[in-house]
């Protein structure tokens, strides 16, 4: 059978990973596919750098074009990242006939309904495995093995570059600033590492996920977002005392019909099995209606993880490819209508547990101040920690809370932070207990 050509745009982390599948594992493949998949052109800006990989047999250019433009080549490869001219590519691809395959996150979750659709009246497919968590296969999972069941909690631990960075500063009491320069080296952050550490990174995949889990479009930037850069060093070493471990989670709920979604620095307990997700590595706990709790665990940036996923979409590609083969999965898994609008829960009526910290004067009456303000707003307090006093600067107050609603938390903390005794802005962290919905068996 004739080969599948194939173009790669962008051979950087993530597309030299491709490249050195492609040729090294060339007989695998073929034996996976029942064809040759043949790497026929790369393009990128920069030719020089040497990646160590041998491109004897690439044509290799600067302008995408090249591959737009072959008529031999049947998909192309995104790998370069952003959202354009990466969008117009793709889309110019789609026009040209040509499928797609690209691990492009905030692509896929700003613009994913329109790229589907063009693809769908083209009769082309696109391939996004690589796009949400690395090398492990949910995408096909959600779409696929879970198809039959009601998802109704996502929580995820899907950005590399933020969890190495939490658990190096956890178990090694690093800084940030040298464990985030340490995840670049190693090629698990985005060319702008400011989309890992502030969250959106995370809710482009999490946008993606509740597209594959509940077939309703929800735009990244109606997700609630916080990042990790205001977790300091000592929230971490509370948390431990506390039992806790602070994870960047990516949180989709279903709850009395609506879908809550949401990405923030967590507390979750030492016991769950997410807390012990560490570094690069990722995880996806879903519950079922059906299944129950399921969970996936494996390198969720990287290389050759994320190089294995893109280079598993081609072998789909070319199976589908085969005579008398369907190659009709819709993308988000879903027949029918289009992905519609989902109507998001508001980020105010969340009901969690809180962990608190005020930076304050050392002076008596300060902690009854602060409870009493957390009265007023029918917040209860479940625990409090104040270490003894300091050579110099604020002492800190630490509180555990009752389940309280977000928006009595802001308002109270408001109030607190415009005290007198007041020494910085106070610091929250939202507390997730269990991740099973009521009424299901705990896991
Ligand atoms: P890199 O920045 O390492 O690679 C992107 C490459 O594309 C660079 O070599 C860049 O060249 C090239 N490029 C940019 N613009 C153009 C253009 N107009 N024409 C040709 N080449 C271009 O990114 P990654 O490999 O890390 O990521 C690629 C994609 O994969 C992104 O969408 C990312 O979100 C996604 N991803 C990354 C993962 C990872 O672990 N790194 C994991 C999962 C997904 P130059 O450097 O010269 O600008
Ligand atoms: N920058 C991303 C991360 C790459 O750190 O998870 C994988 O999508």
């Known amino acids: 059978m004739e080969a599948l050509q194939v173009g790669l745009a962008g051979f950087g982390t993530v597309g030299t990973g491709v490249a050195k599948i492609l040729l090294e594992e060339a007989a695998w493949l073929e ?13 990128d800006l920069d030719l020089e ?6 491109l004897e047999k690439v044509q290799t250019s600067t302008r995408v074009e090249d591959i737009l433009e072959d008529p031999e080549i049947r998909v192309l490869i995104e790998l370069m990242g952003g959202i354009e001219p990466a969008k117009s590519f793709v889309l110019d691809a789609i026009a040209a006939g040509k499928h797609v395959v690209t691990a492009n996150k905030a692509l896929l979750a700003s613009h994913g309904t329109e790229l589907f659709q063009a693809a769908e009246a083209k009769g082309v497919q696109i391939g996004f495995e690589a796009a949400v968590a690395g090398g492990i296969p949910i995408v096909r999972s959600l779409r696929e093995g879970l198809a039959a069941d009601r998802i109704l909690s996502i929580a995820g631990i899907i950005n590399g570059t933020a969890n190495y960075i939490l658990s190096t500063m956890t178990e090694q009491g690093r800084e940030f600033p040298e464990c985030l320069k340490e995840a670049q080296e190693k090629g698990y952050a985005e060319a702008d590492p400011s989309l890992d550490i502030e969250g959106q990174d995370t ?12 077939g309703v479009s929800v735009h990244p930037e109606d997700i609630f977002t916080e990042g990790i850069q205001r977790v300091t060093g000592m929230d971490i070493r509370y948390a431990r005392e506390l039992g806790y471990r602070i994870k960047l989670l990516a949180l989709s709920k279903i709850l009395d019909g609506e879908l809550e979604a949401r990405v923030h620095p967590t507390m979750i307990p030492e016991s769950h099995l997410l807390a012990s997700v560490g570094h690069a590595f990722n995880a996806v706990y879903a519950t079922g209606r059906g299944t129950g709790p399921v969970m996936f665990y494996g390198k969720g940036a990287g290389m050759m993880p994320t190089g294995s996923a893109v280079v598993s979409d081609l072998v789909s590609l070319a199976r589908n490819m085969r005579p008398g083969m369907p190659h009709d999965i819709p993308a988000l898994g879903f027949y029918g209508q289009f992905p519609q609008d989902a109507r998001l829960r508001p980020m105010e009526e969340l009901v969690t547990k809180y962990y608190m910290r005020f930076p304050v004067v050392d002076r008596p009456g300060v902690l009854s101040k602060i409870s009493g303000i957390l009265g007023d707003h029918g917040i209860s ?12 600067g604020p002492v800190h107050i630490i509180m555990l809370t009752h389940e309280a609603r977000e928006r009595d938390v802001r308002h109270a903390l408001d109030v607190i932070d415009r005290l007198e005794v007041a020494l910085d802005k106070s610091l929250f962290i939202r507390i997730e207990d269990s991740f099973d919905p009521p009424g299901l068996e705990p896991a």
């Open 31 to 43: 034996r996976r596919s029942g064809r040759q998949i043949r790497l026929k052109r790369i393009a």
């Open 49 to 54: 750098r040497d990646r160590g990989v041998s």
């Open 203 to 214: 809710a482009h995949k999490l946008a993606i996920l509740i597209g594959l889990a509940c």
């Open 381 to 392: 307090i479940d625990s409090v920690i104040q270490k003894g006093r300091q050579q110099a």
